[in-house]
């Protein structure tokens, strides 16, 4: 137990803490029920993003209750019913919601045999479960759905059962449950629901971060119908139909007179730029060495990383409802209950006056424009005469609008002795904030908020808290250096909206660091792989390195003209998934990634397939930040705003990915896979090319110019 908990009004909670997100949310009832129909309902707070943690919660909830998982049904979040696990987000819904639920249903299944021994006047030592039903010694028996009763599991958790130790479910591949319908084509995205007497609306956006509305005439969008909607510089149009909505707002943009100052750093001096700015600095991470000895020489490099879109392939969408004084809102946002407090605050409504419900979008990565979608399909909803209104925003909104993971400027320093031996490693980094998410700050960080004639201030971007940390994420490497001192210089200017993409600070820094000790290793002539190994201590960390290594023939691979191998490797937070990959390239016209190796240690499986495809999907998604995104802009406004102006890694480029699950200590926790191979990848990627053509390229993304420009 830890210490004592803090109630909400700030006075001692004496009450034992509880595992993962049941500490929040102690009602039983709040998590699952039973239907008399034969099946069992499960709510949680973390949603599907198509991470499959449906999947695997189902998988945990059938294995503690001993039912089958046909018999599971997965509701989707709601702030009206589900509780509240904040943001999904971090590679963190096994841990807490995981936890949670396998805490709320081992206690669930024995308050029923409880209540089944009453009924069957039989001690609970003798029943068992056979599929919910609950079977006695000699034939009596009954079901979970026979005894359904809510008044049961209305009662706060004490977690006084112990889970499972053995699975019949959870370490096995499950087929995801959301899969069918996406293969089939059956609706299931926010983007194909549709209500009845619902309007179409578009927003028209700034052409920049700082622009200023100067004029306006909407005549030519009124006269097709279309209703203008303006609350200061925030510009919208509703439409009974969406082709009108689509080509009203074209006419209300050539009606609208902007001012645009020139406000965006030098794109192509990033980091420059970011080491230029105020600054709030904090040393991170630091240890001495006792009679350090005297270096023979410092080795230095400075790597950067650009600021990055999420370029989802579907656009952000929501729909939204007023009726009766109240606000109903579905979306795809990564944090109901976090949005339905910035929602509230925006528009000046009690925030139980609000009623925000999950619906899957076509894919998140972190805070991109699901939230601020919403507001808008809010904010032209109440124009709406109590009709509800689905608001979709354009290609050029996703990539212009959507806020951005923040660029960052790394320097590294090694003080090495004759031999090449570290004595001494520094590591700064210069980044905005990685968060700007709703709900954590008094004011809202909405987008429209801004535009409004009463407009809410930009928020900074600010950093979780550490250990897992936001920029400075993974800035402390696992090998064991004789000294230490790792600093984060939050940067103080933030010209472009910056906030949560995947991963977050790990990228960079994971790619900073592995590309740093590669070229340490090479000035030793010492395998890279070897070199990792012999500073390590951790046996898991050990374990992916050497597997991933085995699986690619690390060993036994050849020299090719044009061709390279790579690694890299890192524990994700310092404290979740250990991942290692070797990359394969071939380095022609162009850098193609050939082939990607990931060895992955996830602590306890519940999934494997799960675990093997976010491994992937990560994989692929950071080999296109390696080699192909940037966000472009000029000095007023982002340019990338296409698919042509922001490419991202095409079918015909995606490399050939395997995937090893490194097997861990049975004691080993749950933690999360989808941002594991984000660092290390990008790394891996670096390093092949350095060692199919003898140049390192420090400045992400790696393309032939810059690798033409490398001296």
């Known amino acids: 137990m830890t210490g004592p908990l803090r109630r909400a009004g700030g006075g001692p909670d004496e009450r034992p803490q509880l595992p993962g997100s049941l500490n929040a949310n102690r009602r039983l009832g709040q998590w699952l029920r039973f239907l008399p129909e034969g099946l069992v309902e499960v709510r949680s707070g973390k949603v599907e993003l198509g991470q499959g943690i449906a999947t695997a919660l189902a998988q945990i909830v059938a294995d503690e209750l ?14 009206a019913s589900s509780p509240d696990e904040a943001v999904t987000s971090g590679s963190l819904s096994v841990q807490q919601s995981g936890t949670a639920l396998r805490y709320a249903c081992a206690e669930a299944r024995a308050l029923y045999l409880e209540a089944a021994a009453a009924r069957l006047g039989k001690p609970v030592e003798r029943l068992q479960v056979i599929d919910g039903e609950i079977v006695a010694v000699g034939g009596a028996h009954t079901s979970y759905w026979a005894l ?43 983007h194909d629901l549709e209500f009845p007497g619902m309007l179409h609306g578009r927003v028209l956006r700034p052409p920049s971060p700082a622009a200023a509305l100067r004029a306006l005439d909407d005549a030519q969008a009124r006269a097709l119908g279309a209703v203008v909607v303006r609350d200061g510089s925030f510009l919208g149009v509703l439409a009974e139909r969406e082709e009108v909505a689509v080509k009203a707002l074209e006419r209300l943009r050539a009606g609208a007179s902007w001012s645009e100052p020139a406000t965006l750093p030098d794109a192509h001096a990033l980091a420059d730029w970011l080491q230029a700015q105020p600054v709030e600095s904090k040393v991170v991470a ?7 000895a005297t270096p023979a020489r410092t080795l230095r490099a400075r ?4 600021y990055l879109a999420h370029a989802s392939i579907g656009p952000s969408c929501a729909l939204a409802h007023w009726r009766d004084g109240r606000l109903q809102v579905w979306c795809h946002s990564q944090g109901i209950y976090n949005l339905r407090a910035d929602l509230a605050l925006t528009l000046g409504l009690a925030a139980e006056r609000i009623d925000v419900s ?27 005469g109590e009709r509800p209104v689905r608001v979709v925003w354009s290609r050029a909104d996703e990539l212009a609008w959507a806020p951005l993971g923040p660029a960052m400027a790394i320097a590294l320093e090694a003080d090495v002795d004759a031999g090449g031996e570290v004595l001494a490693w520094r590591h700064e980094l210069w980044s905005n904030g990685h968060s700007t998410r709703p709900g954590r700050a008094a004011t809202p960080t909405l987008l429209a908020a801004f535009h409004l004639e009463r407009p809410f201030e930009p928020v900074l971007a600010i950093d979780p808290p550490l250990p897992a940390g936001g920029a400075e994420r993974n800035a402390r490497p696992l090998y064991g250096f004789p000294a230490l001192r790792v600093v984060h210089h939050r940067v103080l200017s933030m010209p472009l909206r910056a906030s949560a993409l995947r991963s977050l600070g790990a990228f960079a820094n994971v790619f900073a660091i592995e590309s740093f000790v590669d070229d340490l290793a090479r000035a030793r002539d010492e395998d890279p792989v070897a070199w990792r190994l012999r500073h390590l201590t951790d046996a898991r960390a050990h374990a992916v390195i050497e597997a991933a290594a085995r699986r690619a023939g690390w060993a036994a691979r050849r020299r090719r003209e044009h061709c390279g191998h790579g690694i890299g490797f890192a524990r994700y937070k310092n404290l979740g998934a250990y991942c290692a990959v070797v990359a394969e390239i071939e380095a022609a016209r162009e850098i193609r990634v050939q082939r990607l190796v990931v060895a992955i240690d996830v602590g306890q499986v519940v999934n494997p397939d799960g675990v093997a495809n976010q491994a992937e999907g990560g994989a692929i998604q950071a080999a296109s930040w390696t080699l192909k995104e940037a966000v472009r802009f000029d000095r007023t406004r982002i340019t990338s705003a296409s698919w042509e102006d922001y490419p991202i890694l095409g079918f015909s480029e995606v490399p050939a990915v395997e995937v090893e699950i490194v097997a861990c200590p049975e004691d080993a926790p749950w933690v999360g896979a989808g941002e594991a191979a984000q660092g290390p990848t990008a790394a891996a990627i670096a390093n092949a090319v350095r060692d199919a053509l003898g ?7 790696i393309t032939p110019e810059r690798i033409a420009a490398t001296d």
């Open 66 to 79: 001993d039912v089958a998982p046909a018999r599971v049904r997965m509701v989707p979040a709601s702030t």
């Open 286 to 292: 630091e240890h001495a060495a006792a009679g350090a």
């Open 303 to 306: 790597f950067s990383r650009p």
């Open 358 to 384: 999950h619906v899957e979008g076509a894919g998140c990565y972190g805070h991109n424009g699901a939230d601020d979608v919403a507001l808008d399909a809010a904010l032209l909803a109440r124009a709406a």
């Open 148 to 190: 359904a009763d809510e008044r049961l599991l209305d009662r706060e958790a004490t977690a006084r059962v112990a889970p499972k130790s053995t699975h019949r479910f959870v370490g096995s591949n499950a087929l995801r449950l959301d899969l069918p319908d996406k293969a089939f084509g059956r609706p299931r995205f926010v």
């Open 695 to 701: 140049v390192r390229v420090r400045d992400l993304p």
